[in-house]
Antibody, heavy 123, light 107 residues
Framework: QVQLQQSGPGLVKPSQTLSLTCAISGDSVSSNNAWNWIRQSPSRGLEWLGRTYYRSKWYNDYAVSVKSRITINADTSKNQFSLQLNSVTPEDTAVYYC??????????????WGQGTLVTVSS | VLTQSPGTLSLSPGERATLSCRASQSVRNGYLAWYQQKPGQAPRLLIY???SRATGIPDRFSASGSGTDFTLTISRLEPEDFAVYYC??????????FGQGTRLEIK
């Protein structure tokens, strides 16, 4: 059974960098899946932020709303992937989820989800 | 853009629930999914490929639809079904997006 375990700070100061990590068990970060970050807030609902996946080399896709500030990386040695969001503001306060999306079937859905991390941007 | 209706649905246990998800552009059937979210929990996959139940999902949950109109039906509501439900599409700009959710509450 695939499980995703998130870690990272719950409080980040404005203008600083939000960093979260998602450890994968039961699957490989290099498998035929995309590894995503999604956030949820009352004002924005569920918002997809970006993904990383491996197809002979690593690829990334990012949401337009955060494209200038986001980096998602995979670490094959630790079988995990990470999120960095730069120059955060209070509007980045949300619950952040890491999530897998299969790329080997003809469907595209998110499963499983990490447990979620509430990140508050405040001084 | 995915628009879910109604925003809130008030029903009693044992009743039938019908939730709607409408897309602004046609969605390939394989690329529409439904999720259930309870307070304090991550969303849980219910339906993928527009109509296939995920592993472990009871058969009182069913879904149908194509193109721009999709429906999630819960045939007989159990107490644990009261939650927020989201639809999700893939492939239309943005790459993937969610509806705003339907809150299913006990009447």
């Amino acid at each position: 059974q695939v499980q995703l375990q998130q870690s990272g700070p719950g409080l980040v100061k404005p203008s600083q960098t939000l960093s979260l990590t998602c450890a994968i068990s039961g699957d490989s970060v290099s498998s035929n899946n995309a590894w995503n970050w999604i956030r949820q807030s009352p004002s924005r609902g569920l918002e997809w932020l970006g993904r990383t996946y491996y197809r002979s080399k690593w690829y990334n896709d990012y949401a337009v709303s955060v494209k200038s500030r986001i980096t998602i990386n995979a670490d094959t040695s630790k079988n995990q992937f990470s999120l960095q969001l730069n120059s955060v503001t209070p509007e980045d306060t949300a619950v952040y989820y890491c999530v897998r999306m299969s790329l080997y079937s003809n469907t595209r859905h998110f499963d499983p989800w990490g447990q979620g991390t509430l990140v508050t941007v405040s001084s | 853009v995915l628009t879910q209706s109604p925003g809130t649905l008030s029903l009693s246990p044992g009743e039938r629930a019908t939730l709607s998800c409408r897309a602004s552009q046609s969605v390939r059937n394989g690329y529409l999914a439904w999720y259930q979210q309870k307070p304090g929990q991550a969303p849980r996959l219910l339906i993928y490929g527009a109509s296939s139940r995920a592993t472990g999902i009871p058969d009182r949950f069913s879904a149908s639809g194509s193109g721009t109109d999709f429906t999630l039906t819960i045939s007989r509501l159990e107490p644990e079904d009261f939650a927020v439900y989201y639809c999700q599409q893939y492939d239309n700009s943005p790459l993937t997006s969610f509806g705003q959710g339907t809150r299913l509450e006990i009447k």
